[in-house]
């Protein structure tokens, strides 16, 4: 099973900046698309971004264009979310995910390794 593993969630200001990382030492990312979703209380997940394999191609949800950064380092394992200007509507559980193959998807079912989940809450 995979086991992907989330940190950084935290509570902090309306216009900061937050980053979120995720890897695991039983998980192996370096040959999969991975990416983040989240879900609000009330909400449905929402996509929020996601990078191939390479990292040459990446894509992210349209309320936070602009604003987050996805990336990820292969060596290391571990994918990165950098959040900036953070408005309080970024406020939810935030979620690694792993694809199926190198390629991202915009979709829950293109991601059938899930983590456990972050906290982010942001306050106005």
């Known amino acids: 099973q995979v086991r992907l593993v989330e940190s950084g969630g935290r509570s902090v200001q309306a216009g900061d900046s937050l980053e979120l990382s995720c890897g695991g030492p039983?998980?192996?990312?370096?040959?999969?698309?991975v990416g983040w979703f989240r879900q609000a209380p009330g909400k449905e997940r929402e996509f929020v971004a996601s990078?191939?394999?390479?990292?040459?191609?990446?894509a992210l949800g349209d309320s936070v264009k602009g604003r987050f950064t996805i990336s990820r380092d292969n060596a290391k394992n571990t994918v990165f979310l950098l959040m900036t200007n953070l408005i309080p509507e970024a406020t939810a559980v935030y979620y690694c995910?792993?694809?199926?193959?190198?390629?991202?998807?915009?979709?829950?079912?293109?991601?059938?390794?899930w983590g456990q989940g972050t906290q982010v809450t942001v306050s106005s």
């Open positions: 039983e998980v192996t990312i370096s040959d999969y698309a």
């Open positions: 995910v792993r694809s199926r193959d190198r390629t991202w998807s915009l979709r829950v079912p293109g991601y059938p390794s």
């Open positions: 990078i191939n394999a390479m990292s040459s191609s990446s």
